[in-house]
């Protein structure tokens, strides 16, 4: 029997004002967000380790490029 994964719809814009929100919610509630823009869904913010699961199913790899203002 396999889990149901609780997800959440919201704009772009709303979910800017509430990131930390959003992202606490999927670090610690395992909850996904879909990210909605005009409508249409255009991201989702999901668990780390669910992303890493996706990766490996899809036998994909990863190739990590630094971002300019990580330090």
């Known amino acids: ?3 149901t994964r609780i997800e959440r719809r ?3 814009a ?3 004002n509430v990131l930390g929100e959003v992202i606490s919610r999927s670090r610690y509630a395992g909850e996904a967000t879909i990210l909605v823009n005009r409508r249409k869904e255009a991201a ?3 668990p780390y380790d ?3 699961r996706a990766i490996a199913a ?3 790899t990863r190739e ?3 971002s300019e203002d990580d330090d």
Do not use: D
């Open 64 to 66: 990590l490029v630094e």
């Open 50 to 52: 669910f992303y890493e």
């Open 58 to 60: 899809l036998g994909e």
């Open 14 to 16: 709303k979910a800017r």
């Open 10 to 12: 919201t704009k772009i």
């Open 1 to 3: 029997m396999t889990a």
């Open 44 to 46: 989702v913010i999901v």
